[in-house]
């Protein structure tokens, strides 16, 4: 079976951290970006951090360059989202997409050959 699956979300208080994964099945990462979105209640959606798998080169929105650190284990065919200093307002449900976008045109990407289905995260203060 094709599919994108997320995990490990979860709650955790202001100041700590939380790895995702994004695990691939069915299909491999070659020459695909990979991104990392969220959206939260009432707000769009927003491009967090993208990777490419041919070059490994990685972007972040503004709003978490520094805190947050994607990768990439081709071997395991999953990509990863550290994410430290963990504040509130990251509080949002996490989802993976993958496609033939580069790196960076990913993160503005409205459709997407593959999308995982979501892992919640919640930051308490």
């Known amino acids: 079976e094709v599919q994108l699956v997320e995990s490990g979300g979860g709650l955790v208080q202001a100041g700590g951290s939380l790895r995702l994964s994004c695990a691939a099945s069915?299909?491999?990462?070659?020459?695909?970006?990979i991104a990392w979105f969220r959206q939260a209640p009432g707000k769009e959606r927003e491009g967090v951090s993208s990777?490419?798998?041919?070059?490994?080169?990685?972007y972040y929105a503004d709003s978490v360059k520094g805190r947050f650190t994607i990768s990439i284990n081709n071997a395991k065919n999953t990509v990863y989202l550290q994410m430290n200093s963990l504040k509130a307002e990251d509080t949002a449900v996490y989802y993976c997409?993958?496609?033939?976008?580069?790196?960076?045109?990913?993160?503005?990407?409205?459709?997407?050959?593959?999308r995982g289905q979501g892992t919640q995260v919640t930051v308490s203060e």
């Open positions: 997409a993958a496609d033939r976008y580069t790196g960076w045109d990913i993160l503005y990407g409205t459709q997407f050959e593959y």
């Open positions: 069915g299909f491999t990462f070659n020459d695909l970006a």
């Open positions: 990777i490419s798998a041919t070059d490994e080169g990685t």
